[in-house]
């Protein structure tokens, strides 16, 4: 028999249907704007939106920006130097993006939120 579950999800257990749902990749939820080397930095950027999606406090909203902040040099580590040069620089303005714009986007709740999931009992 299956039941539903509100337990802590990770993004990695998030069900295809669960991430369309959530997750946008780079640039605001229903945002006409898309920001450059959205591409690259897609799986840095979904992280991201699930943190959002969690939400709860603002220090979760700057847990999740610092999050993004570093996932999106991780990406950039694997590039060779003059790509390095040309990417660096985005981490910098995706993260200063969030932190002044991010709010509107960011659940504000009484506690964190998970989406349900199916398990078998």
Sequence with gaps: ??????????Y?????????TIINGCGGKGGWVRPPHGVFF???CSHH??????????ENRAAADRMLYRL??????TLSFFKKLRYRPWCL???LGVRVMGWRYFYY???KRYPKMEVES
Excluded at 1 to 10: D, E, F, N, R, Y
Excluded at 12 to 20: G, I, R, S
Excluded at 49 to 58: L, Q, R
Aim: include cysteine.
């Design 1 to 10: 028999m299956k039941t539903q579950s509100t337990h802590v999800v990770k």
């Design 12 to 20: 990695e257990d998030l069900t295809p249907k669960q991430k369309a």
């Design 42 to 44: 897609k799986t840095s």
């Design 49 to 58: 939106d699930y943190g959002y999606f969690k939400g709860h406090t603002e």
């Design 72 to 77: 999106m040099r991780e990406d950039c580590s």
């Design 93 to 95: 303005a995706y993260y």
């Design 109 to 111: 709740g009484p506690e």
